[in-house]
């Protein structure tokens, strides 16, 4: 029986846990033992236990209970903590999934106890080092055993890198292995689109009809914590309400609630503006039924990007950069980060060209969890 420690802490992880935990349950019960390690990064309930529920994700066997903080005081509280766990639990590898501090802190954790690291999502790249998050996807790849790329772009960065493309096991750090399998997150969506449209009222509860409406969602720290970047999107998200003639839902983020009670001007701008439709931080389903009803997508975060795709949505992203390259090749997203003038640009070029736009297969068929889980079980079986 191989043990595997997954380690997650924020909502994306929590989804891609989610369908590699599926895969395990249906397919290799009898040959993986999962211990799940919740750092929490992400402790509200809204971002947290909802998903666990929903997405019946196996309760996790150890809470960290981190919470918020520097980047520094955060990952060096989850580094400790996660070296404890591996020291008693002993197991075969570790999964990290992403590019969030619990990633980071699993990677270190993991790479100075020898512990095999099963990266999945790795080989992504924005190619700008003044992101946190480029950070952490570099550093956990080049401590990876395993390398699970969602798209041959992200393997096609790691060959760039070094890693091997052709190398025989058995793998281990020093002999790592890049494995091109398609989007767990793809998965999911297929798995739960059913579920949400039918059991979601998120629609109704918003006051909106499907079609008619954009969805917003902020997080980023370079945009909760600048208040002229904020204004800055929030500016641009006023002047389409008064020229698109349709509503913005944004399921605001705990972070971005709060930064906008240290601005009232700006708060008090926000909601007495009719059509921007505030509300709290939406689960899995709500999100997976607000992105397959909305018009249009505006967001920074790197999954809602790819959520976007998958239920063939235009996507105008609050960042200069994005991992997610294939979505602005594809013309299906573009960069506006967080300039008025491009949010609102990005905004009227989707409302004109939705119709002629084209969504080919680039994240894999909807098995990626299954394929993932199979090739974990083959490599450290070696």
């Known amino acids: 029986m191989i043990k595997l420690i997954t380690i997650i802490g924020a909502r994306p992880q929590f989804i891609k846990a989610a369908a590699i935990s599926r ?5 290799f019960s009898n040959q993986v033992e999962e211990v799940i390690v919740h750092t929490g990064q992400h402790y509200d309930p809204e971002m947290s236990k909802v998903f666990f529920e929903q997405m019946q ?3 996790e066997k150890y809470n960290l209970g ?6 520094g005081a955060q990952t060096a509280k989850m580094i400790t903590a996660i070296e404890e766990v591996l020291i008693a639990e002993k197991p075969n590898g570790i999964i990290l999934y992403g590019d969030t501090n619990s990633t980071l802190a699993g990677a270190v954790a993991a790479s100075k106890l020898r512990v095999p690291i099963i990266h999945i999502e790795a080989g992504m790249r924005s190619f700008t080092k003044e992101v946190p998050e480029e950070i952490n996807r570099i550093m956990c790849d080049h401590v990876s055993t395993l390398l699970f790329t969602p798209t041959q772009t992200g393997a096609d960065n790691l060959y760039r890198e070094g890693f091997g493309r052709d190398n025989d096991g058995p793998y281990h750090v020093d002999n790592p292995k890049v494995i091109p399998c398609g989007d767990i997150m793809y998965d999911n969506s297929l798995y739960f689109r059913e579920v949400a449209l039918k059991e979601s009222n998120i629609l109704a509860k918003s006051g909106v009809l499907p079609g008619k409406y954009v969805l917003v969602t902020i997080h980023r720290d370079n945009n909760t914590g600048s208040e002229e970047r904020l204004s800055g999107i929030f500016t641009a998200i006023d002047n389409l309400t008064r020229a698109a003639d349709t509503s913005f839902v944004i399921p605001l983020h705990p972070r971005t609630l709060k930064v906008l009670g240290n601005h009232p001007q700006l708060e008090k701008q926000i909601r007495e503006n009719t059509r921007i439709k505030i509300i709290p931080p939406a689960s899995y ?3 997976i039924a607000l992105e397959a009803n909305t018009e249009m997508i505006i967001t920074d975060s790197g999954g809602v990007q790819k959520e976007a795709y998958y239920f063939e949505k235009p996507c105008v992203i609050l960042q200069n950069e994005t991992p997610w390259v294939e979505l602005v090749q594809n013309g299906c997203a573009e960069l506006a980060d967080a300039d008025p003038t491009r949010i609102e640009s990005a905004f009227w070029h989707f409302r004109h060209h939705a119709s002629s736009l084209k969504y080919p297969p680039l994240f894999g068929d909807g098995k990626a969890a299954e394929f993932t889980v199979g090739k974990i079980v ?4 070696e």
């Open 23 to 27: 895969a395990i349950r249906t397919r």
């Open 66 to 71: 981190v919470g918020s903080g520097s980047h």
């Open 378 to 381: 083959e490599y450290l079986q």
């Open 285 to 287: 389903l709500d999100m």
């Open 57 to 59: 994700i196996p309760q």
